[in-house]
């Protein structure tokens, strides 16, 4: 069974510093999304991508983060300088059909947690 | 916002029984779907069924869906052990816009 797969399951990392979480979708998915959850809480939406731009993004993605598909087969978040409250579980999902066709159903990565100190 | 409420928030029940959870959402949908969570793991997709379908059965799953109520029961029939979880429903709201998750039921299902 195809997977997406999310690299790294945990990083650690001091306040203001730069992350950058890996996912690979799945080979024939067009659409990638970021979710993200803090422990305990819903999973929110972040951001969709599709034909190399941001189709839809939250008001939690402020300028502090970006998205990437640097070589056609990853897709990348970037938080350019981490707070506390970045603190969670990174879901990388990624699904073939778009989200309009009714039929759009997303495939998760495993997470990435993040943990600032 | 587009996603409402989900209840109960925990179910507790013995294996063999039926678990029943609950969602309701805010606005008009493309398509409601559910997910299930393992403790500390990724989202995996169960079921979906489209804004003009009324009830959907997959296997031990079984999903209704009101839209003039603005809600979707999820079913598990003959609970096991190995359904302990989270179940997230998510809806697609009308314009194909992104996924959003209610709050989730966590499903605990004793041996």
């Known amino acids: 069974e195809p997977e997406v797969t999310q690299t790294p399951s945990h990083q650690v990392t001091q306040m203001g510093q730069e992350v950058i979480l890996r996912c690979v979708p799945i080979s024939n998915h067009l659409y990638f999304y970021w979710y993200r959850q803090i422990l305990g809480q819903k999973v929110e939406f972040l951001v969709s991508?599709?034909?190399?731009?941001?189709?839809?993004k939250s008001e939690i993605f402020d300028d502090q983060f970006s998205v990437e598909r640097p070589d056609g087969s990853n897709f990348t978040l970037k938080i350019r300088s981490t707070k506390l409250e970045d603190s969670a579980m990174y879901f990388c999902?990624?699904?073939?059909?778009?989200?309009?066709?009714?039929?759009?159903?997303?495939?998760f990565g495993a997470g990435s947690r993040l943990t600032v100190l | 916002s587009q996603q409402g409420e989900e209840d109960p928030q925990a179910l507790s029940i013995q294996e063999g029984e039926n678990a029943t959870m609950n969602c309701s959402y805010k606005t008009s949908i493309n398509n409601l779907q559910w997910y299930r969570q393992n403790s500390g793991r990724g989202l995996v997709h169960l079921i979906l069924i489209r804004s003009n379908e009324r009830e959907k059965h997959s296997g031990r799953l079984r999903v209704t869906l009101d839209t003039s109520k603005k809600s979707s029961s999820l079913l598990i029939t003959a609970s096991r052990a190995a359904d302990t979880a989270s179940y997230f429903c998510a809806t697609v709201n009308n314009q194909g816009g992104k996924l959003i998750f209610g709050q989730g039921t966590e499903l605990s299902v004793k041996p």
């Open positions: 999902a990624s699904s073939r059909d778009r989200p309009s066709s009714g039929a759009n159903v997303l495939t």
């Open positions: 991508f599709y034909n190399n731009e941001i189709s839809e």
